[in-house]
């Protein structure tokens, strides 16, 4: 099982940038994928997941309206876009996997580091 994350990089404030979670070794029908991120100094924080089986998705009230979550079936990859980008929003980002119908996320993966400034 391998979840990789990617995208990240250096951007200016009100950029965007889209992050991947390319996850391996599993099927996803029975899982949601979620993001996190965890900026120095801070806890993780969640960001949003995605139901895979029918594309329902939820978001934090910090990024609501800025990011949105998806995912391609057929490559087996979830995707986070990243719009309007603030420097408080520089974080390393973290894709995981959980069951649908668990709490816990079970398979992380590395994170990739976003970071806003000019």
């Known amino acids: 099982v391998q979840l990789q994350a990617s995208g990240g990089g250096l951007v200016q404030p009100g950029g965007s940038l889209s992050l991947s979670c390319a996850v391996s070794?599993?099927?996803?029908?029975?899982?949601?994928i979620g993001w996190f991120r965890q900026a120095p100094g801070k806890e993780r924080e969640y960001i949003a997941h995605?139901?895979?089986?029918?594309?329902?998705?939820n978001y934090a009230d910090s990024v609501k309206g800025r990011f949105r979550i998806s995912r391609d079936s057929a490559k087996n990859t979830g995707y986070l876009d990243l719009n309007i980008l603030k420097p408080e929003d520089t974080a390393t980002y973290y894709c995981?996997?959980?069951?649908?119908?668990?709490?816990?996320?079970?398979?992380w993966g590395r994170g990739t580091l976003v970071t806003v400034s000019s």
């Open positions: 995605i139901r895979w089986s029918d594309g329902q998705t």
């Open positions: 070794g599993f099927t996803l029908d029975s899982y949601s």
């Open positions: 995981a996997a959980r069951p649908t119908t668990g709490l816990e996320y079970e398979y």
